[in-house]
């Protein structure tokens, strides 16, 4: 049950960071010395990650020109193309021809410290026998994230985006998880939500009525999801406040 492969939406246009993002991918934006993105594929080397899968949108070179074959970060990077932004179910399918096992999906916008978070979460999953193990923590505004229904480390439901006086705790998915392949039938099995598009909240949610084992595990420490100029702000100042070296070594 080992988890070998690594996989990173970045097919996002990133209108909330503009005028940056009409000349570089919002991924690429820099928290500290290196790419938001980088922080991810450094957390992905030292959970043991061998293999890491970004799914990009067409014209969206940037990625590549950046990475190239991953050897000089100690990984082997795949490309791969979603035609048309239908969302982040569709995004995860997009990766479904490259993924042979157990996998990791993590957002290629968001910054987690400390970088062990996603070991911790691997770990977790395999400990655990999980289908699909979503990282959550406390969240203030729960109309921005995936929220749950606590069971014991289960998961007994999950809403995308709820307004807040109908959600069930203030869990919510952080944009980080680690499935089984079998997430792939579910996604295709999982109609246009919320904005119409393919909600990976929903697929995890069918996985449930399914009754499929899927759980949950809180991260600790930081997490901020660069979406916007004053997030991309906080970042920076956490990252040099508390001296971070950035290192992707094990």
Known sequence: MLVKQGLIPAAGSGTRLGPFTNAIPK?????GDKAVIEHVVCAMHLAGIEEIVIVTSPHKHGLSDYFGSGKKFGVDFTYVVQDERKGLGD?????????????????GDNYF???????????FHIEKKG????GVAEVEDVTRHGIITPDGFRVLDMVEKPPKEEAKSSLGALGAYVFSTGIFDAIKDTKPGYKGEIQLTDSIRLQIEQGRNVLYKKIDGIHIDVGTPRDLMRANEWYLSHDENGNCKK
């Open 131 to 134: 289908e699909t193990t979503v």
């Open 113 to 123: 410290s400390p970088k062990t978070f996603l070991k911790d979460l691997i770990d």
């Open 27 to 31: 991924e690429l934006l820099p928290v």
């Open 91 to 107: 995004a995860v399918l997009s990766g479904e021809h490259v993924i042979d096992g157990n996998f990791t999906v993590v957002l």
